[in-house]
C-alpha cells in the first residue's frame, strides 16, 4: 500500500493520526507501517457506543442438561462410541491459546507459565499430560492444533519445540495464528503502541475457525477424516480433552455441538450458565443472570440456569462449514492499553483507557443447531488459572491438581 492509499484508507475511519510520525520513520518502518494500515480491519471502530453485543438478546428459558447420574449409567456405551471414532481418526483437538493472559501478569505465553512447586509443571505440559491419556487409552494419536496470535506466537512454537511438545508426536501438531484487530481510546481512536506499529490485539476466541480456514487447516482436516473438533482454553490444567466419554454422548444423541459444564458453585458464580434463547443453544453470561433468572426452576424443580460452560466444546466439522459465514456479534471490551502519545511518549495506564474488540466463541455456540450440555465433576475436571492469587488462580489450581494426585 503507497502512502496515499493508506492516508486514503485512514481519513475514511477518522483515523489520520496513525501516519502522525511517518515522516520521521526510516524506509523499513514506514513500510511496515503501511502494511499494517492495509491489514488492520478498522471497520470495528463502529461497534463503540453501539451497547453491549448481549443487549438484543432473545427469549431465554432452561436447557436440559445431561447431569452425572444419566452420564454414569451409560458410560460405558458412551466410551465405547467416544474411542471408536477417537480410532477412526474422527477427532482432533484445538487449543485456544491467542489470548493475552493480562490477568495472569506474565509477559510470556500463559501456556509456558510453570506451576511446579518442586519441579516443572507447565501449563502447557499439564494440558498434553491429559490428552497423552487418551492417545494411550486409544491407542490413537490425536490430532492437535494450537491457535496462536501475534503475540505470541514465536514464543510458543519456540517453547514447545524446545520441551519436544512434552513427549507428544510432533508430526500431529499444527500451529495457526488468530487474526488481530486494533485497540481505540475511548473515542474510537486507534492507538499506535510504537511510532511504526498499530496497537493491535487478538480478535477474541470465536475467530479460531475461521483462522483455521484461512490457514488451510480445515480442508486438512476434512482430508483426514475429522469429523469432530474438541476446542479447549489454555488456562484450565485438569481438564479432559477428547474425552471419549463426552464425544460419545454427543454422537449417540445425535447432536452437532457439546458443551462440558460444571454445576455451579454458588448461584451468582462468575461462570456463563447453557440455555436455550428462542429455542437455540445459548450462554447467558454471569452479568446477565438477574434475580429472576437465579431463582428460576426447571420441570425437575432445580435451579434452571445451574450449569456453568468452562470452555471445552466439541462442534462437528459440518456444522462448523455450515456457520462458517454467518457473523457473530462484536463485543466491545474496556481495556487497558499501552500505547505512545502524540509525543511519541510510551503510555502505560494504571486503569482502562480504551476498548478492544473482540468475538467470543459462547455466541458459536448459539449458531448450533444442538448442543449437549454435558456435566463434568468441578474438582476433577475444572482448575483454571486466570490470576496469580485467589478464584481461579495459580494457587487454586494448584490445590486441585494435589487432591487429583498431581505432583507439582
Ligand atoms: P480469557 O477470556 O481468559 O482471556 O481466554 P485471556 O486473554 O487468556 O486472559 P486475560 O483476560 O487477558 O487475563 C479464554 C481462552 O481463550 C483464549 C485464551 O488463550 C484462553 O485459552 N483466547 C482468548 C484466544 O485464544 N484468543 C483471544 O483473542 C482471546
Not at 431465554?60 to 460405558?76: A, H, N, Y
Not at 481510546?185 to 511510532?195: A, F, P, S, V
Not at 454471569?286 to 445451574?306: I, Q, R, S
Not at 492469587?389 to 494426585?405: F, P, Q, Y
Amino acid at each position: 500500500m503507497t502512502f496515499e492509499e493508506a492516508l486514503k484508507k485512514c481519513e475514511e475511519y477518522g483515523q489520520e493520526q496513525l501516519l502522525r510520525f511517518y515522516d520521521e520513520l526510516s524506509e523499513p518502518s514506514k513500510q511496515r507501517l503501511l502494511a499494517m494500515i492495509e491489514e488492520t480491519d478498522m471497520s470495528v471502530i463502529k461497534y463503540i457506543g453501539q451497547g453491549s453485543a448481549s443487549a438484543n438478546r432473545g427469549v431465554i428459558s432452561p436447557i436440559e442438561c445431561m447431569e452425572l447420574t444419566e452420564i454414569r449409567e451409560k458410560e460405558d456405551s458412551f466410551r465405547k462410541t467416544g474411542l471408536d471414532a477417537i480410532r477412526k481418526g474422527e477427532v482432533a483437538a484445538v487449543l485456544l491459546a491467542g489470548g493475552m493472559g493480562t490477568r495472569l501478569g506474565s509477559d510470556a505465553p500463559k501456556g509456558m507459565y510453570n506451576i511446579g512447586l518442586t519441579k516443572e509443571v507447565y501449563i502447557f505440559q499439564r494440558l498434553i499430560e491429559n490428552l497423552q491419556d487418551v492417545v494411550k487409552e486409544a491407542g490413537v494419536p490425536v490430532p492437535l492444533y494450537i491457535m496462536t496470535s501475534d503475540k505470541n506466537h514465536d514464543a510458543t512454537v519456540y517453547f514447545l519445540l524446545q520441551h519436544e511438545f512434552f513427549g507428544y508426536d510432533p508430526d500431529m501438531v499444527h500451529f495457526f495464528k488468530q487474526e488481530m484487530a486494533p485497540a481505540a481510546d475511548r473515542n474510537g481512536k486507534i492507538y499506535l503502541e510504537e511510532k511504526d506499529r498499530i496497537s493491535t490485539s487478538p480478535n477474541g476466541n470465536a475467530g479460531w475457525y475461521a483462522s483455521m480456514i484461512r490457514a488451510g487447516l480445515d480442508k486438512e482436516a476434512r482430508e483426514k477424516g475429522i469429523k469432530w473438533i474438541n476446542i479447549f482454553a489454555v488456562d484450565n490444567v485438569l481438564q479432559r480433552i477428547a474425552d471419549p466419554v463426552f464425544v460419545g454422548a454427543v454422537i449417540e444423541g445425535g447432536y452437532t455441538s457439546g458443551a462440558k459444564v460444571v454445576r455451579k458453585a454458588a448461584r451468582d458464580e462468575k461462570i456463563g450458565a447453557m440455555c436455550l434463547e428462542d429455542g437455540r443453544p445459548s450462554i447467558v453470561e454471569y452479568y446477565e443472570m438477574t434475580d429472576e433468572l437465579m431463582d428460576a426452576k426447571n420441570e425437575k424443580g432445580d435451579p434452571a440456569y445451574n450449569f456453568g460452560v468452562i470452555l471445552n466444546y466439541l462442534f462437528s466439522l459440518d456444522e462448523l462449514d455450515r456457520i462458517a459465514k454467518n457473523s457473530l456479534p462484536m463485543h466491545v471490551v474496556e481495556k487497558k492499553i499501552p500505547h505512545i502519545d502524540e509525543n511519541g511518549e510510551h503510555i502505560k495506564p494504571e486503569e482502562p483507557n480504551g476498548y478492544k474488540f473482540e468475538q467470543l466463541v459462547l455466541d458459536m455456540v448459539h449458531e448450533m443447531k444442538s448442543c449437549l450440555p454435558f456435566e463434568v465433576v468441578r474438582e476433577k475436571e475444572f482448575a483454571p488459572i486466570k490470576n496469580k492469587t485467589g478464584i481461579d488462580s495459580v494457587e487454586s489450581a494448584r490445590e486441585l491438581c494435589k487432591l487429583n494426585g498431581i505432583e507439582l
